[in-house]
Nanobody, 114 residues
Framework: QVQVVESGGGLVQPGGSLRLSCAVS????????LDWYRQVPGKRELVASS??????NLADSVKGRYTIWRDNARNTVHLQMDKIQPEDTAVYFC?????????WGQGIQVTVSS
């Protein structure tokens, strides 16, 4: 049984930092692309991606502020969010994909407010 579990969300002030983590079990983790998406009403955005070969990609909206990295030994992927802005408020989802196989976490809320 595959489990994708996000943690680390919550309330943060503008300009602050937050780290999201995602633990995945039940898959050959190192073979999967791991993504972080975020969703607000009416819009889902791919924020960051970590490929199986170590490549990473970030959306233009978060470049210079977010960092993604994975730990294949611990089957985890992390999203470091710095210089957080109010528009970063969203539900963040962890996503694992390998070919036609894909799995989603339940999502975790990040709220940016002073």
């Amino acid at each position: 049984q595959v489990q994708v579990v996000e943690s680390g969300g919550g309330l943060v002030q503008p300009g602050g930092s937050l780290r999201l983590s995602c633990a995945v079990s039940g898959i050959t983790f190192r073979m999967y692309t791991l993504d972080w998406y975020r969703q607000v009403p009416g819009k889902r955005e791919l924020v960051a991606s970590s490929g199986s070969k170590g490549d990473t990609n970030l959306a233009d909206s978060v470049k210079g502020r977010y960092t993604i990295w994975r730990d294949n030994a611990r089957n985890t992927v992390h999203l470091q969010m710095d210089k957080i802005q109010p528009e970063d408020t969203a539900v963040y989802f962890c996503h694992a994909k390998f070919g036609d196989l894909e799995y989603w976490g339940q999502g975790i809320q990040v709220t940016v407010s002073s």
